[in-house]
């Protein structure tokens, strides 16, 4: 199944405006999907007999910058049976208030894999699953104190006591 | 060993009770069996055995109330610090730490925008040796239990 097909697979079951944007530039062609169906659209895409994507290979959380205002979460499925790769990007804009983080649905429920993934996101970049079973720190101490990976991320001078640079 | 081979000759031997238990300590020194990251494959070659540490009475034990000298052979991130500090008080004195490599000596590669690594052990507890090195090699750790015996010889436990 090619990318087109699977494009096309998408259109007729969800219609045309769950694909909101396609992207050639990366190492291979990415489908910028609506972010409030992000989950739906795994489901489909896992269990279609024609597409099977069984795998989620990676799950990453990306802050696009300060001055974009966006972030996003990139999917890399696999079909393991067709031995095919499907990259799906959502993003969302967000005021960068830690109060309010920018949130997409979990794909826990379709790929049990997404759960460490998640709280990775999470744990780094800031952004929150709805849906997910346990969204906690997973690399950081739970009392960490913001997301080090995002682009305005100032270190702190201290934690517990102890000078950090 | 048998009593006739004990009584050999009947020989004495006249030393100082410090020097003794200097002797003993520096002769049977057990490190906490605990690594944290590239460092400690080093010091597991070192403790196996092509260089067989165990000829200098190195021998890791797996608690903290056993154990001499901690050797924090790894990246020391700010959640394992906690860690570090509560083995560490765990030790009995006397209690020594070796420093292997260069992240536990001053945050090594991650010294510039490692905001989850300690800039070095020595902030959290006292260092004895510093051994240099991403990662050292055995030799080297060998050479840092050698400088440890040396600087312990040098002890006054009593008097």
Same mark, same amino acid.
């Given at each position: ?51 099977y994507f069984d795998f989620l290979s990676c799950l990453t959380g ?12 990139v999917y890399n499925l696999s079909s393991i049976p067709y031995h ?82 | ?9 009947? +020989?004495? $031997?006249?030393? =100082? %009770? ?12 057990? @490190? ?41 052979? +790894?990246? $020391?991130?700010? =959640? %394992? ?12 004195? @006397? ?65």
């Open positions: 199944m090619s990318f087109d097909d699977i494009k096309l697979l998408l259109t007729n079951k969800f219609g045309e405006s769950v694909i909101t944007g396609e992207e050639y530039t990366g190492m291979q062609p990415a489908l910028l999907i609506d972010p409030d169906r992000i989950a739906e659209v795994c489901l489909e895409l896992r269990d279609n007999p024609k597409t990306i802050d696009y910058g300060i001055d974009s205002g966006r972030f996003g979460v095919l790769q499907l990259t799906l990007k959502v993003s969302k804009e967000n005021n960068r208030n830690e109060e309010e983080l920018p949130s997409f649905p979990s794909v826990t429920s379709v790929y049990r894999t997404a759960d460490w993934h998640e709280r990775e996101a999470f744990d780094l970049v800031g952004i929150f699953f709805e849906g997910h079973p346990d969204l906690r720190r997973i690399l950081l101490p739970d009392d960490w104190e913001g997301y080090p990976l995002r682009k305005d991320y100032k270190t702190a001078e201290y934690y517990k006591g102890i000078k950090i640079d | 060993m048998t009593p006739d081979l004990t009584n050999e000759s009947g +020989g004495v $031997v006249v030393t =100082k %009770m410090n020097d003794l238990m200097n002797w003993a300590r520096l002769s049977s020194l057990w @490190p906490l069996s605990f690594g944290i990251a590239c460092c400690a494959i080093e010091m597991m070659g070192a403790l196996v055995s092509t260089y067989d540490l165990d000829r200098f009475g190195v021998f890791p034990r797996p608690s903290a109330r056993q154990a001499d000298v901690i050797i924090i052979a +790894g990246t $020391v991130t700010f =959640k %394992m610090a906690e860690r570090i500090k509560r083995l560490y008080e765990q030790m009995p004195e @006397p209690k020594y730490v070796i420093s292997m490599g260069s992240c536990s000596n001053c945050g090594g590669p991650y010294w510039q925008h490692g905001y989850h690594v300690v800039k070095g052990v020595d902030r959290v507890i006292p260092v004895d040796v510093y051994v240099q090195g991403c990662p050292p090699r055995p030799e080297a750790l060998i050479g840092a239990i050698l400088e440890l015996q040396k600087k312990i010889e040098q002890e006054q436990l009593i008097g």
